[in-house]
């Protein structure tokens, strides 16, 4: 029986990409950097501002030196605005993954929010939210 490295959603309508990871993959496996790989192509083609990430339940390992460089590499060449990161029940993991993509947005000074969420219920109430805010401010200006 294969198992499906990574699921990908796509809502075209409110332009929100949902992806999620099985949890028997690792983080420190290539078959791993190979889903980053196709993750930050699908952002680029489909113009993604929107993205809620679940990891499910991660099989080890911490981000290796590689996909923290993949991520610095990409990010800043997306049109990404906000990130939903949905709590999993290894709080550790989910610190950590927070960390990295925050630290990444200050110290690259990139236009996007972060934010740790329960559920995927709270992150879309909070994508409209977070727009709502940003246009009201270049309506002001």
């Given amino acids: 029986m294969e198992v499906s490295l990574?699921?990908?959603?796509?809502?075209?309508?409110?332009?929100?990409?949902?992806?999620?990871?099985?949890?028997?993959?690792?983080?420190?496996?290539a078959q791993f950097f190979d889903t980053i790989v196709t993750l930050f192509a699908?952002?680029?083609e489909k113009q993604v501002t929107n993205l809620v990430v679940d990891s499910g339940i991660p099989a080890g390992g911490l981000l290796t030196g590689e996909i923290i460089e993949y991520?610095?590499?990409q990010i800043p060449n997306t049109p990404l605005k906000n990130i939903a990161i949905?709590?999993?029940?290894?709080?550790?993991?989910?610190?950590?993954?927070?960390q990295v993509i925050?630290?990444?947005?200050?110290?690259?000074?990139?236009p996007i929010a972060v934010k740790l969420v329960k559920n995927c219920s709270v992150a879309l109430e909070w994508f409209p939210?977070?727009?709502?805010?940003?246009?009201?401010?270049?309506?002001?200006?």
């Fill in 6 to 29: 990574m699921e990908l959603a796509y809502d075209d309508v409110r332009n929100i990409l949902s992806v999620k990871w099985s949890d028997e993959l690792s983080v420190e496996s």
């Fill in 42 to 44: 699908t952002i680029r």
């Fill in 71 to 73: 991520f610095i590499q």
């Fill in 86 to 98: 949905l709590e999993s029940p290894d709080y550790l993991w989910d610190n950590n993954l927070y």
């Fill in 102 to 110: 925050l630290l990444l947005i200050t110290t690259y000074e990139l």
């Fill in 129 to 141: 939210q977070s727009l709502f805010i940003e246009t009201s401010e270049e309506e002001r200006t």
